[in-house]
């Protein structure tokens, strides 16, 4: 391993590898910086209610910070925002600004913030366990950049996964220089990471007790040599605080587990997002160098998104060197590729007919809160960590086998222990962004025409602010999970309670009750609303077209009770109001 004089890092360094990192992930994303607000990373999946989770994240801890998981969705299920991953970690940015505009705006900046973030903790892990700053970016590329991640994009729990290298590199910096200091800070990284999603979060957690496990082990057999006492009870602070925060935010999560079957996900569920051995092969359709060559893989896979697992021949390439170099000391070569094979295997999922023949059909037995993840693939995040972090030492290797044959040549060897010749240093260099530049290139692409946006779409306008009409509301229709997830980023405009909402736990009432509303307005589904509580029912006729309510508008409303009011393509039923004159229809209103 590289010596400790080596390996350090300067503060100097740091900032520039943080800037570094935050220029490549504005590059890598174009033209995203140029559009915040406007457009949004993916597609209009999931990146609308996110949007949402981080606002009101932010009006929570204005507004109710006792009464966090209480959102406004999904009313009137209590924790509705343990209904899915939080992202609680961004919360604090939602303290700025207000409205679906600057919520998605939010959403860009966060996301943009997480790429650099998985850039900058792979690199400094890697120089925390002694790799050069060549090798280093290696990691920051491959690990960041990895080919699996470009179809995560529109899953911002996943691609939120900087923390966990950053965590592990404070705790080896801690623990390497004795500082009480980044050990806390570690675990308080690491609980950061958590509070993000328990779809990364909770293998995370399970991985750290994993390794302090070993720890022991390892402490064991070598004859308990003497520990630092300080900086064990540093490590037991930071561990007890790891703990509290994160009883406290699974606490909601208990709690809708309790209360809604549907919170917990069947084999069958889990079966569904499990692959076959082609998901290896199989990279995203928006691949610039695999997409098209495996097209023959992705047919016929469902739910696409969890199965591109496709790790790059290049990085697999460095990996395999890595492997066999001495970059890194053979325990960590062995266990980074014993644990990248594992994590292969466990992202395979399970069918149910194999029964606990199948590794994952172990941990969705029997740890606690792993049956609550129903997307195997996603663990693929911690075989790309290790993965990155071989290829970071293949590649080290390859460079100062490459700086020796250079030195040799160029008659300019230096004097022992004196500065490189310039001309190697530059070529060595060069080499080493190239290798990092083959590696985004074959991860992700590189954006060469800046006026492409196929994968970031523009958000849709928002109709006419609903903030003031008496909630909780019903925005209709609402059968389809497009409609909900506009409703749900549209509801920032003053967070008023919505019956509506979007997220991988949707309890069966709201579900019952919406699909009870396909004849509204009549005078069974209007007493259904009362019985409810429902005091306002908000139609988007722009959006009615080929749903249930396609010819609601147009619905005679006399003796239901109701009052109608036009806003643009609104039209808002007052539940609570007098009966309207005889004869009269919402379309008249």
């Known amino acids: ?51 949402w989770q981080i606002a009101w994240g932010g009006h929570a801890l204005a507004h109710q910070p006792l009464d966090f998981f209480q959102a406004n969705t999904f009313w009137p299920a209590a ?7 939080a992202l609680i970690g961004y919360a604090p940015s939602g303290l700025i600004g207000s409205g679906p505009e600057d919520a998605v705006a939010r959403y860009d900046l966060a996301f943009l913030f997480a790429y650099a973030l998985a850039f900058f903790g792979a690199y400094l892990l890697a120089r925390e366990l002694g790799l050069g700053r060549a090798g280093a970016a290696v990691a920051g ?10 179809e995560q994009d529109g899953h911002m729990q996943v691609i939120s996964s900087g923390g966990i290298p950053l965590a592990l590199a404070l705790a080896v910096r801690g623990v390497r220089r004795a500082s009480r200091g980044w050990i806390v800070a570690a675990w308080l990284v690491a609980a950061w990471q958590v509070s993000l999603g328990f779809a990364i979060g909770l293998p995370f957690i399970y991985l750290i007790a994993l390794l302090i496990g070993i720890a022991a082990v390892v402490w064991l057999r070598r004859g308990r040599p003497p520990l630092d006492r300080r900086l064990l009870a540093a490590a037991a602070v930071g561990a007890a605080l790891f703990m509290v925060i994160v009883a406290v935010i699974a606490r909601p999560y208990f709690r809708v587990a309790d209360e809604y079957a549907e ?50 021949v290049l990085f697999l390439a460095l990996a395999a060197v890595g492997l066999g170099s001495s970059a890194f000391p053979r325990w960590l070569r062995y266990g980074l590729g014993a ?6 295997i466990l992202a395979l999922g399970f069918q149910e007919e194999g029964g606990l023949l199948w590794p994952y059909r172990w941990l969705y037995e029997f740890l606690p809160g792993w049956e609550g993840i129903r997307t195997p693939g996603r663990v693929q995040t911690f075989s790309s960590l290790g993965i990155a972090l071989l290829a970071a030492a293949g590649a080290q290797s390859l460079l100062a086998a490459a700086r020796s044959r250079l030195a040799e040549r160029s008659g300019e060897p230096g004097a022992p222990g004196g500065p490189e010749p310039r001309r190697v240093r530059l070529a060595v260099g060069a080499m080493a962004a190239l290798l990092v ?18 994968d970031q779409p523009e958000v849709d306008t928002p109709p006419s602010s609903v903030a003031d009409v008496p909630a909780p509301q019903l925005h ?34 709201t579900e019952e009750l919406i699909g009870e509303m396909r004849r509204f307005p009549d005078a069974a589904t209007v007493e259904r609303l009362r019985e409810f509580g429902v005091r306002s029912v908000i139609l988007h006729t722009d959006r009615a077209a080929g749903t249930p309510q396609a010819l609601a508008a147009a619905a005679p409303i006399e003796g239901l009770g109701l009052s109608v009011e036009r806003r643009g393509p609104l039209l808002i039923y007052g539940l609570d109001s007098p009966s309207t004159a005889p004869g009269r229809t919402a379309a008249s209103g």
């Not at 290896?280 to 696409?304: I, K």
């Open 1 to 51: 391993m590289a010596s400790a004089a080596r390996r350090e890092t300067t503060r100097r360094e740091l900032l520039l590898v943080a800037l570094a990192a935050v220029v490549l992930s504005v590059v890598m994303n174009w033209p995203l910086v140029l559009h915040l607000g406007e457009t949004i990373p993916k597609d209009l999946g999931d990146p609308l209610p996110q949007s």
């Open 79 to 85: 924790d509705s925002l343990a209904f899915g991953d």
């Open 141 to 150: 590329a491959a690990y960041a950049y990895a080919p699996f991640r470009l």
């Open 263 to 312: 919170a917990t996900r069947p084999p069958s569920t889990v079966e569904a997002y499990s692959g076959p051995l082609r998901v290896f092969v199989t990279a995203p359709d928006e691949n610039l160098v695999w997409g098209a060559a495996t097209e023959t893989f992705r047919d016929g896979l469902e739910a696409l998104p969890e199965k591109t697992l496709w790790p790059g």
């Open 339 to 344: 644990g990248v094979l594992f994590v292969w």
């Open 437 to 454: 530049l083959a590696l985004l290139v074959e991860g992700r692409g590189l954006p060469f025409d800046p006026t492409d946006r196929r």
């Open 476 to 509: 209709l229709p609402a059968e389809r999970a497009e409609d909900n997830r506009r409703y749900t980023l549209w509801s920032t405009d003053g967070f008023p309670s919505i019956v509506n909402g979007r997220a991988s736990t949707e309890p069966d009432a």
